[in-house]
């Protein structure tokens, strides 16, 4: 147990908060949005790449900046951008670009890595169907190949930003003839192909989020394609492994926990900060507790991936509870405010823009999207703590 | 930066918890719970021989000197094996106390034999947390007189360390005129809580308590921990029953652990559990490395492990059936031990109220 950072690492630390200063007053402001990034947040994206605070460890070839994978320097940037309270830099689309840099050809890494994480480039994952969501292998929107295109038809749906993006990763169904995870290919196409219709589906907080994605007789070239025909299943793999990481950081956590603690202190009921009421405390001090459980978990995964080592059941835990417990906070937040609580869009009183019960709203979203929580509780029950499978119905 | 348990932690983990499972089975802790015993000398000597009495006090003064990380790991180890030795109050609490608080001399006198397992030290601070069932204890001209309850490790201590009304603390012979113990009865028949009383007993103040609660307080602290690290290897083991039980049990033509209720019943305990082991290795590290945020931190400590350690001790009994609530099987004996954990030295409410304060909420 060693929680100080050596030399190497304090200097890096310097590093970059020499650069946060200097730049600061250059960040967009506020979170990025739903849509595609804008001229601002892409020079903003641009100077982070050039100092290697985005798209770090991404090759120079493809556009990255080219540094050796170091966990430990990931992290510092994290928490100095963090602690400054800046806009930090992404590297593309964290679904995609590690997919295509691991099993795309070397065109694709040259012709889709760069536009992607300078922000030129953006994406929406069609996965879900109708028919299937936690059964994501059942799925069947299908392709054909016609001579030298793919031939979609189908429909996916909850595709997050379908409206904004310029392209799509997409799972098809090219081999109906083979058991249900070997008939399906993974392909990628520009969202302006004719033949894709858009439908934005408004969510409970109020915006559409996501769309129901219509194809209809969609011709893509056949060399669209990452991995082999039929290998589709184990490319998305791939892909939720590095999605299922980002949901439940702890960082956001601990940034919203400070939050909470705020609407405690300034909340007042005739005058007296909820934070002073023996039972908003003790409900905080657990949140607390759970909170730093969390954080700290963070830092033994951490170490473990900087190990090289695979860090098991403290992975396989995150997005389960780190989204709960997203979610409660909101919850008490709430609560905290009474009958303020309710307010929202533009209200007059409205806290923190409103942020907590659309968080609260968001937050289920969470917690359903990306593998539900029931479908997490079974990964960990089978993959972490080894029991079986349940026994699969028969085919009707 | 590195957060995790170094090679010599593990093994030390290893070779107690490797002891502990030959020497110190189910069936040994139910025949000494059979015995009212609570201190059973083979256990006893096999723990003192493994050099662990002594593992936070000084090498100078016989003991080997190793932090409260090393010291969490230790008491996992005895809470998985729900070991009936005294350790949290006289390995850990007394000494804590003595090194805090004590004068030279009292140092070594007691600590050297503290570590060898010559003299067992019982722990009464509890009057400084909640006062129940007593008028608390009042110290006058070098003798004590008042009542201490659910003194740790009380009932089998040669020596007591009590705290006062004032908070300060002090050495009582647990065999000195004035001095009447009596075993309180509780659901955890591995561990020695008595109710103390003392009619002028004679008492040696350890003087740097006197005038600061510091080292009560870090007393405090340190039991909390260990209490909590105690909760954890006991949560652990009723999750491994749990997982082995819905493996091999069989209903309906299959085994119970593909039922999706039971299979998320072992992912609710390993999801909540699992954080915790580093919430505790934080919360330990603190004490020796970053003094500054230990007091909150042990408190979180205590009273999450106390939650989710309940939450698990129902759930993985639940998981076993009517096998789960016999005392045949003996799981009862991990219920009962982390029941009794989450009341000592304060329940969970009363903690998170204390971590408040101490952020000045
Ligand atoms: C905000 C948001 C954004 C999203 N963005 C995208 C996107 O960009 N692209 C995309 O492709 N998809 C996206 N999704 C879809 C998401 O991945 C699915 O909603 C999710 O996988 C669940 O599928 P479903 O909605 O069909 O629910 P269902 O699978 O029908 O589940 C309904 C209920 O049944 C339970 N259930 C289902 N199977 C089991 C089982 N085996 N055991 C126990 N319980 C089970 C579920 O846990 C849930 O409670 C998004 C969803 C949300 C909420």
Redesign the pocket.
């Known amino acids: 147990m060693d929680l100080a950072y050596n030399e190497e690492y304090e200097a890096f630390r310097a590093e970059v908060q020499q650069f946060l200063k200097e730049n600061k007053s250059k960040a967009p402001k506020g979170r990025a949005g739903w849509g595609n990034p804008d001229e601002e947040s892409k020079a903003w994206q641009q100077l982070l790449i050039k100092h290697g605070y985005a798209a770090r460890t991404i090759p120079k070839e493809y556009g990255g900046y080219g540094a050796e994978p170091d966990i430990l320097k990931n992290h510092i940037i994290a928490e100095e951008f963090a602690n400054a309270k800046v806009r930090p830099g992404h590297s593309g689309d964290a679904r995609l670009v590690p997919v295509v840099l691991e099993l795309g050809t070397e065109e694709q890494k040259h012709a889709l890595v760069g536009p992607t994480i300078r922000g030129e480039m953006t994406w929406?994952?069609?996965?879900?169907e109708p028919g299937s969501?936690?059964?994501?292998a059942s799925l069947s929107t299908k392709a054909v190949l016609e001579g030298d295109e793919w031939v979609i038809n189908g429909q996916?749906i909850?595709?997050?930003g379908a409206q904004y993006a310029d392209m799509c990763f997409c799972l098809v169904r090219t081999e109906p003839d083979a058991p249900k995870h070997k008939g399906i290919s993974y392909l990628i196409f520009t969202m302006d192909t004719p033949g894709i219709e858009v439908r934005p589906l408004v969510?409970m907080t109020g915006e559409a989020?996501?769309n129901e994605t219509f194809f209809t007789d969609v011709r893509v070239p056949k060399e669209q394609i990452i991995g082999k025909r039929g290998e589709g299943w184990f490319v998305a793999n791939a892909t939720l492994k590095h999605e299922r990481g980002s949901l439940g950081d702890p960082n956001q956590l601990e940034a919203r926990f400070r939050a909470l603690v705020s609407i405690l202190k300034n909340e007042k009921i005739d005058g007296k900060p909820l934070i002073e009421m023996p039972l908003y405390r003790d409900q905080l001090v657990r949140l607390q507790a759970r909170m730093l459980s969390m954080k700290y978990n963070g830092m033994r995964i951490l170490t473990a991936s900087n190990n090289n080592k695979e860090p098991g059941l403290p992975r396989w835990i995150v997005k389960l509870v780190g989204c709960e417990l997203n979610h409660q906070m909101a919850a008490l937040a709430i609560d905290a405010m009474g009958e303020l609580g309710v307010l929202y869009d533009e209200s007059p009183y409205l806290r923190d823009y409103g942020m907590w019960q659309r968080n609260y709203m968001l937050d289920l979203?969470?917690i359903?999207?990306?593998?539900?929580?029931?479908?997490q509780k079974?990964m960990i029950g089978e993959r972490a703590l080894g029991l079986p499978k349940e026994p699969k119905l028969k085919a009707s | 930066m590195e957060f995790a348990l170094s090679e010599e932690q593990r093994m030390l983990q290893d070779s107690i918890t490797g002891y502990l499972e030959s020497k110190c089975t189910l069936d040994e802790v139910r025949q000494a719970a059979e015995d009212n015993v609570t201190k059973p000398s083979d256990v006893w000597q096999g723990i003192s021989e493994l050099g662990i009495l002594g593992i936070v006090i000084p090498e100078e003064l016989g003991g080997v000197g190793l932090g409260f990380l090393d010291a969490a790991l230790v008491a996992e180890a005895l809470g998985r094996a729900v070991a009936p030795v005294p350790f949290i109050g006289s390995s850990i609490m007394a000494p804590v106390a003595l090194l805090n608080a004590g004068d030279e001399r009292q140092k070594e006198t007691w600590l050297p034999k503290i570590a060898s397992g010559d003299t067992v030290f019982g722990v009464g601070v509890s009057e400084q947390i909640g006062r129940r069932e007593t008028d608390g204890i009042v110290s006058s001209a070098g003798k004590l007189t008042g009542k201490a309850m659910f003194v740790v490790d009380g009932l089998d201590a040669d020596m007591l360390i009590i705290a006062d009304d004032n908070g300060a603390l002090h050495i009582v012979d647990a065999n000195a005129n004035g001095v009447t113990r009596q075993k309180l009865k509780t659901i955890d028949k591995t561990r020695a809580l008595a109710e103390i009383i003392f009619e002028d007993a004679e008492a040696e103040l350890l003087p740097r308590s006197e005038k600061s609660n510091e080292a009560l307080l870090k007393t405090i602290d340190a039991g909390r921990i260990m209490l909590a690290a105690d909760s954890m290897g006991a949560s652990d083991v009723m999750i491994e029953k749990a997982v082995a039980y819905a493996k091999e049990r069989k209903q309906f033509n299959r085994v119970i652990g593909s039922f999706?209720a039971v299979k998320h019943m072992c992912a609710e305990m390993a999801s909540e559990l699992e954080p915790c082991r580093s919430l505790l290795w934080y919360a330990a590290h603190s004490m020796n490395h970053i003094p500054e945020e230990s007091r909150v931190l042990a408190c979180h400590a205590k009273a999450h492990l106390s939650e989710v350690g309940r939450f698990v001790a129902r759930t993985s009994t639940e998981v076993h059936g009517g096998m789960g609530f016999t005392d045949l099987l003996g799981l009862h004996y991990w219920f009962k031990r982390i029941g009794l954990d989450r009341q000592l030295l304060g329940a969970p409410e009363l903690i998170r109220e204390e971590a408040a304060v101490a952020q000045g909420w």
């Open positions: 929406c994952q069609g996965y879900s969501g936690s059964d994501l996916k909850w595709t997050s969510t989020i996501f979203g969470l359903i999207g990306g593998g539900t929580a029931q479908i079974n | 999706q």
